[in-house]
């Protein structure tokens, strides 16, 4: 075979330029949005990081809640443009308190932004969104939402809730490429990024993606768009409006209901405890002491399952149970229950694996 013979990883076939603006138009109709929809040609976190970047100024007064180390990126960065932020920091890897935001709020007086993670991947938490945001539109400001991991697999309601910008993310619920990433930004947003100190060009500022995409009529994207990435997204544009969004949030809440009863039945608590406090994406589990992390990942390694770590100061205090995209289903759940539930008996806990594949089963028999 020769050097040049085609290669589909490789000679890939050019995303038109005709074809952007119908599929942010379709990922809009989605999420039932009017608000301007930008591609960032780059995963979520530089998608995070220009939004902190585009609204941080001198003088901006933010609330920022803090329940991953995403919380804490995001206040650093609005911190670096000049911003007074207070962090409402919840208990390691626990949703954060509404009343805890509502403190801040008031403590403060007034308050330009407040950002918060809807559904986070990084340990299972699921953060009050509706009553965030229902804080954030009494106060007046800007509301910012990570909705990177809850996108399709919970509910995000930009246009009810007021969301000024929601950054989103192809690569979990939504089941599609990792190197691209979503913002949606409403005319609020875009007015208080007026009033922030430009400096173009950049890569981190959705002003300047806006004149040169949006301004411009929607042609050609600025920059050497990434040709797989785009059609890669289109292909799971196809396959969410196939199944749709209802359906592919209901198929991720089934999930995280499997794997939470399965645990249970295993004789394990959830690290989250409340099941309304829970993301869909992922469900982690404890630990146990005594239990060495790596050795507990390892050993469900052994069994063919995949767990991941915690991040940040929980990291060797849970595992997670990965049901995001594709894998939010029945097979993959129960795998993930058994083979958890095995490496503890192989490290001398005791569990009861069958009742655990039993819950699992009772799940998805109800549907």
């Known amino acids: 075979m020769s050097a040049h013979d085609f290669n589909p990883l490789l000679d890939i076939p050019v995303f038109p330029a005709s074809g952007f603006a119908p599929l942010a138009d379709r990922l809009k109709r989605i999420f039932a949005t009017g608000n301007d929809l930008l591609f960032i040609q780059a995963e979520a976190l530089l998608a995070l990081e220009a939004a902190a970047s585009s609204l941080g100024r001198p003088g901006l007064v933010a609330v920022n809640v803090v329940t991953s180390p995403y919380g804490t990126y995001f206040g650093a960065w609005l911190r670096r443009a000049g911003a ?13 308190a509404t009343e805890a935001v509502a403190q801040a709020i008031e403590m403060l007086g007034h308050v330009d932004l407040v950002a918060i993670v809807h559904a986070e991947a990084a340990n299972g938490a699921l953060n009050p969104l ?61 007015a208080a990024m007026q009033s922030v100190p430009r400096f173009s060009p950049s890569l981190l500022s959705l002003l300047d993606i806006k004149e040169a995409w949006l301004d411009r009529g929607r042609g050609a994207l600025p920059g050497t768009p990434p040709p797989l990435e785009f059609h890669a997204l289109a292909a799971a544009v196809d396959r969410l409006e196939a199944e749709g969004l209802a359906a592919r949030i209901t198929r991720h809440q089934r999930a995280a209901k499997a794997s939470r009863a ?20 992922v469900t982690a589990a404890p630990v146990p002491d005594g239990v060495d992390a790596s ?32 894998r939010a289903a029945f097979g993959p759940v129960l795998a993930n229950v058994t083979a958890y539930g095995a490496a503890l008996a192989a490290l001398g806990q005791v569990v009861d694996i069958g009742a655990g594949a039993a819950a699992v089963t009772a799940v998805y028999g109800e549907a």
């Open 262 to 281: 399965g645990l249970r039945a295993l004789g394990v608590e959830p690290w989250v405890a409340d099941d309304d406090r829970a993301s869909a994406l």
């Open 84 to 96: 007074d932020v207070v962090d409402v920091v919840a208990p390691s890897g626990q949703p954060v």
């Open 130 to 190: 509706e009553e965030v945001a229902a804080l954030a539109r009494a106060a007046g400001a800007l509301l910012v939402v990570d909705a990177v991991a809850s996108a399709g697999g919970h509910a995000v309601d930009i246009e009810g809730l007021g969301i000024d910008i929601a950054v989103l993310g192809p690569q979990k619920a939504l089941g599609g490429p990792v190197g691209l990433s979503l913002v949606t930004v409403s005319d609020r947003a875009w």
């Open 295 to 326: 050795a507990l990942i390892d050993a469900a390694a052994a069994f063919g399952v995949a767990l991941g770590r915690g991040f940040g100061d929980i990291e060797h205090r849970l595992v997670r149970l990965d049901h995001t995209g594709g």
